[in-house]
Protein backbone atom coordinates (compact mmCIF):
# COMPACT_ATOMS: atom_id res chain seq x y z
CA UNK A 1 0.00 0.00 0.00
CA UNK A 2 1.60 3.34 -0.72
CA UNK A 3 -1.27 6.02 -0.24
CA UNK A 4 -4.59 5.49 1.12
CA UNK A 5 -7.66 8.35 -0.42
CA UNK A 6 -10.55 9.01 1.67
CA UNK A 7 -13.68 10.14 0.05
CA UNK A 8 -17.05 11.94 0.77
CA UNK A 9 -20.03 10.82 -2.21
CA UNK A 10 -23.71 11.78 -2.77
CA UNK A 11 -26.84 9.80 -3.87
CA UNK A 12 -29.22 12.18 -5.07
CA UNK A 13 -32.60 12.32 -7.36
CA UNK A 14 -33.53 9.02 -8.94
CA UNK A 15 -30.07 7.39 -7.61
CA UNK A 16 -31.27 7.39 -4.26
CA UNK A 17 -32.91 4.02 -5.56
CA UNK A 18 -29.49 2.87 -6.23
CA UNK A 19 -28.38 -0.09 -3.63
CA UNK A 20 -24.87 -0.09 -2.22
CA UNK A 21 -24.18 -3.74 -4.54
CA UNK A 22 -25.05 -1.56 -7.75
CA UNK A 23 -23.29 1.39 -6.14
CA UNK A 24 -19.89 -0.76 -5.58
CA UNK A 25 -20.45 -1.84 -9.31
CA UNK A 26 -20.45 1.59 -10.37
CA UNK A 27 -17.70 2.28 -8.78
CA UNK A 28 -15.15 -0.22 -9.68
CA UNK A 29 -16.10 0.81 -12.95
CA UNK A 30 -14.98 4.63 -12.36
CA UNK A 31 -12.24 3.40 -11.33
CA UNK A 32 -11.17 1.49 -14.30
CA UNK A 33 -12.74 4.70 -16.50
CA UNK A 34 -10.51 7.18 -14.16
CA UNK A 35 -7.30 5.23 -14.55
CA UNK A 36 -6.85 5.14 -10.64
CA UNK A 37 -3.69 2.79 -9.66
CA UNK A 38 -5.53 0.68 -7.68
CA UNK A 39 -4.31 -1.85 -5.00
CA UNK A 40 -5.11 -5.18 -5.05
CA UNK A 41 -6.24 -7.95 -2.86
CA UNK A 42 -4.31 -11.31 -2.77
CA UNK A 43 -5.59 -14.60 -3.72
CA UNK A 44 -7.01 -16.46 -6.72
CA UNK A 45 -9.18 -13.65 -8.02
CA UNK A 46 -8.04 -9.93 -6.81
CA UNK A 47 -10.41 -7.19 -5.86
CA UNK A 48 -9.57 -3.46 -5.90
CA UNK A 49 -9.18 -2.37 -1.91
CA UNK A 50 -12.11 -0.14 -1.25
CA UNK A 51 -13.86 -0.13 2.58
CA UNK A 52 -17.27 1.22 2.53
CA UNK A 53 -18.31 2.51 5.45
CA UNK A 54 -22.03 2.93 6.61
CA UNK A 55 -24.19 2.78 3.90
CA UNK A 56 -27.38 4.34 3.80
CA UNK A 57 -30.56 1.86 3.43
CA UNK A 58 -31.79 2.36 -0.73
CA UNK A 59 -34.38 4.38 -1.23
CA UNK A 60 -32.94 7.52 0.67
CA UNK A 61 -30.51 10.08 -0.25
CA UNK A 62 -27.37 10.91 1.07
CA UNK A 63 -25.47 14.08 0.99
CA UNK A 64 -22.36 11.84 2.99
CA UNK A 65 -21.25 8.85 2.37
CA UNK A 66 -17.89 7.69 2.80
CA UNK A 67 -15.58 5.12 1.71
CA UNK A 68 -11.71 4.54 1.14
CA UNK A 69 -9.49 3.36 -1.50
CA UNK A 70 -6.07 2.35 -1.46
CA UNK A 71 -3.37 3.24 -4.34
CA UNK A 72 -0.53 1.45 -5.44
CA UNK A 73 0.92 4.81 -6.68
CA UNK A 74 0.41 8.43 -4.74
CA UNK A 75 -2.08 10.74 -6.74
CA UNK A 76 -3.14 14.34 -5.95
CA UNK A 77 -6.84 13.48 -3.71
CA UNK A 78 -8.45 16.69 -5.33
CA UNK A 79 -7.31 15.05 -8.93
CA UNK A 80 -8.39 12.06 -8.08
CA UNK A 81 -11.82 13.44 -6.86
CA UNK A 82 -12.30 15.13 -10.10
CA UNK A 83 -11.66 12.24 -12.24
CA UNK A 84 -14.27 9.84 -10.70
CA UNK A 85 -16.76 12.49 -10.41
CA UNK A 86 -16.59 12.95 -13.96
CA UNK A 87 -16.73 8.75 -14.40
CA UNK A 88 -19.75 8.23 -12.17
CA UNK A 89 -23.25 9.13 -13.32
CA UNK A 90 -24.80 12.35 -12.41
CA UNK A 91 -26.24 11.83 -8.94
CA UNK A 92 -23.42 9.76 -7.35
CA UNK A 93 -21.06 12.58 -7.30
CA UNK A 94 -18.22 12.64 -5.46
CA UNK A 95 -17.63 15.97 -3.86
CA UNK A 96 -14.44 15.78 -1.35
CA UNK A 97 -11.15 13.56 -0.81
CA UNK A 98 -8.58 13.74 1.57
CA UNK A 99 -5.06 11.56 2.09
CA UNK A 100 -5.53 9.43 5.09
CA UNK A 101 -3.30 10.59 8.13
CA UNK A 102 -5.15 8.76 10.91
CA UNK A 103 -6.50 5.31 11.82
CA UNK A 104 -10.05 4.02 12.33
CA UNK A 105 -11.96 5.80 9.78
CA UNK A 106 -15.42 3.76 10.79
CA UNK A 107 -14.81 4.64 14.24
CA UNK A 108 -16.08 8.18 13.42
CA UNK A 109 -19.02 7.58 11.98
CA UNK A 110 -20.52 7.81 15.28
CA UNK A 111 -23.91 9.38 14.54
CA UNK A 112 -26.02 11.16 10.96
CA UNK A 113 -28.01 14.03 10.87
CA UNK A 114 -30.99 12.98 8.50
CA UNK A 115 -34.06 15.21 6.93
CA UNK A 116 -36.98 13.95 6.81
CA UNK A 117 -39.77 15.49 4.48
CA UNK A 118 -43.63 14.81 5.44
CA UNK A 119 -45.76 15.82 2.71
CA UNK A 120 -49.25 16.13 4.06
CA UNK A 121 -48.10 16.52 7.62
CA UNK A 122 -48.89 19.79 9.55
CA UNK A 123 -45.91 21.08 11.25
CA UNK A 124 -48.33 21.58 14.64
CA UNK A 125 -49.20 17.48 14.27
CA UNK A 126 -45.42 16.93 14.06
CA UNK A 127 -44.51 19.09 16.87
CA UNK A 128 -46.68 17.51 19.14
CA UNK A 129 -45.70 14.11 17.77
CA UNK A 130 -42.14 14.97 18.43
CA UNK A 131 -42.31 16.19 21.93
CA UNK A 132 -44.38 12.92 22.53
CA UNK A 133 -41.54 10.93 21.22
CA UNK A 134 -38.94 12.93 23.21
CA UNK A 135 -40.57 12.36 26.59
CA UNK A 136 -40.91 8.81 26.53
CA UNK A 137 -38.49 6.49 28.17
CA UNK A 138 -38.21 4.14 25.39
CA UNK A 139 -40.02 3.84 21.88
CA UNK A 140 -40.00 0.20 20.87
CA UNK A 141 -40.28 -0.54 17.55
CA UNK A 142 -40.66 -3.57 14.92
CA UNK A 143 -38.46 -4.11 12.02
CA UNK A 144 -38.22 -7.23 9.82
CA UNK A 145 -34.91 -8.59 9.58
CA UNK A 146 -33.34 -11.54 7.72
CA UNK A 147 -33.61 -13.53 11.02
CA UNK A 148 -37.39 -12.14 11.11
CA UNK A 149 -39.38 -9.90 12.81
CA UNK A 150 -37.09 -7.70 15.48
CA UNK A 151 -38.35 -5.56 18.24
CA UNK A 152 -35.89 -2.49 19.72
CA UNK A 153 -36.09 0.62 21.16
CA UNK A 154 -35.82 3.84 18.75
CA UNK A 155 -36.09 6.42 21.38
CA UNK A 156 -32.50 5.63 23.30
CA UNK A 157 -30.29 6.41 19.44
CA UNK A 158 -32.00 9.66 18.81
CA UNK A 159 -29.98 12.38 20.48
CA UNK A 160 -31.95 15.40 18.78
CA UNK A 161 -35.48 15.34 16.76
CA UNK A 162 -37.09 18.79 15.74
CA UNK A 163 -39.87 19.43 13.60
CA UNK A 164 -39.90 22.53 11.42
CA UNK A 165 -41.75 24.40 8.79
CA UNK A 166 -40.49 23.77 4.92
CA UNK A 167 -39.10 26.24 2.85
CA UNK A 168 -41.38 28.39 1.42
CA UNK A 169 -40.18 27.77 -1.99
CA UNK A 170 -40.84 24.95 -2.10
CA UNK A 171 -43.26 23.21 -4.93
CA UNK A 172 -46.62 22.91 -3.91
CA UNK A 173 -49.49 24.22 -1.68
CA UNK A 174 -50.23 21.49 0.61
CA UNK A 175 -49.12 21.18 4.39
CA UNK A 176 -45.60 19.89 4.46
CA UNK A 177 -43.42 19.21 7.84
CA UNK A 178 -40.05 18.58 7.84
CA UNK A 179 -38.27 16.54 10.53
CA UNK A 180 -34.58 17.07 11.61
CA UNK A 181 -32.90 14.19 14.09
CA UNK A 182 -30.33 13.02 15.05
CA UNK A 183 -29.53 9.55 15.23
CA UNK A 184 -26.33 7.55 17.11
CA UNK A 185 -25.49 4.64 15.00
CA UNK A 186 -26.17 1.95 17.64
CA UNK A 187 -26.54 -1.99 17.21
CA UNK A 188 -29.13 -2.57 15.67
CA UNK A 189 -29.56 0.22 13.84
CA UNK A 190 -32.30 2.63 14.25
CA UNK A 191 -33.20 4.16 10.73
CA UNK A 192 -35.08 6.87 10.21
CA UNK A 193 -38.25 4.90 9.18
CA UNK A 194 -38.03 3.53 12.41
CA UNK A 195 -38.26 6.94 14.34
CA UNK A 196 -41.16 7.41 11.79
CA UNK A 197 -43.07 3.82 13.31
CA UNK A 198 -42.19 5.63 16.52
CA UNK A 199 -44.10 8.76 15.91
CA UNK A 200 -46.95 6.76 14.89
CA UNK A 201 -46.87 4.36 18.00
CA UNK A 202 -47.03 7.42 20.10
CA UNK A 203 -48.64 10.04 18.67
CA UNK A 204 -50.27 8.40 15.56
CA UNK A 205 -48.60 10.30 13.18
CA UNK A 206 -48.91 9.10 9.63
CA UNK A 207 -47.91 10.50 7.06
CA UNK A 208 -50.36 10.07 3.63
CA UNK A 209 -47.00 9.66 1.31
CA UNK A 210 -43.75 7.72 2.21
CA UNK A 211 -41.61 10.33 3.80
CA UNK A 212 -38.73 11.88 1.43
CA UNK A 213 -35.51 11.11 3.49
CA UNK A 214 -32.24 12.47 3.05
CA UNK A 215 -28.90 12.07 5.29
CA UNK A 216 -27.64 15.45 5.38
CA UNK A 217 -24.34 14.29 7.25
CA UNK A 218 -22.33 11.59 9.49
CA UNK A 219 -19.76 11.72 11.66
CA UNK A 220 -18.62 12.42 15.29
CA UNK A 221 -21.37 13.06 17.66
CA UNK A 222 -20.62 15.68 20.16
CA UNK A 223 -23.05 14.45 22.95
CA UNK A 224 -23.47 17.71 24.94
CA UNK A 225 -24.72 19.72 21.78
CA UNK A 226 -26.15 17.08 19.80
CA UNK A 227 -24.03 17.78 16.33
CA UNK A 228 -22.24 15.57 13.79
CA UNK A 229 -18.87 16.73 12.58
CA UNK A 230 -16.93 16.46 9.70
CA UNK A 231 -15.36 13.04 9.86
CA UNK A 232 -12.51 14.20 7.25
CA UNK A 233 -11.11 17.25 9.21
CA UNK A 234 -8.44 14.96 11.48
CA UNK A 235 -7.03 14.00 8.11
CA UNK A 236 -6.96 17.59 7.18
CA UNK A 237 -5.57 18.75 10.71
CA UNK A 238 -3.34 15.68 10.47
CA UNK A 239 -1.45 16.35 6.73
CA UNK A 240 1.86 17.39 6.55
CA UNK A 241 2.13 20.85 6.15
CA UNK A 242 3.27 22.26 2.24
CA UNK A 243 7.23 22.37 2.33
CA UNK A 244 8.03 26.67 2.00
CA UNK A 245 9.14 27.62 -1.50
CA UNK A 246 12.53 30.00 -1.69
CA UNK A 247 11.69 33.57 -2.38
CA UNK A 248 13.58 36.30 -2.46
CA UNK A 249 17.26 37.79 -3.44
CA UNK A 250 19.37 35.18 -1.23
CA UNK A 251 17.06 32.21 -2.87
CA UNK A 252 19.03 29.67 -5.15
Known amino acids: MVQRIRLRYTKRGRLRFTSHRDFQRAFER ?3 RAEVPM ?6 TPH ?16 AEYLEIQLAEAREPALLRTL ?5 PDGLDVVDAVEAHTSSFADRLQAS ?14 ERAVAAFLAADAVEVQRRTKNGMRTFDARGAVCRLEALDAPADRPGNGACAI ?3 VVRHATPAVRPDD ?15 PAAVTRLAQGLLDEESGTVTDPLAPDRDAAPAAAPTAAGPGAA
Open 84 to 88: LDDSL
Open 195 to 209: VLSGLRAVADLAPPV
Open 113 to 126: VWEMRLDGVDVADA
Open 179 to 181: LRL
Open 48 to 63: PKVSYANAAPTGTASE
Open 30 to 32: ALR
Open 39 to 44: AYSAGF
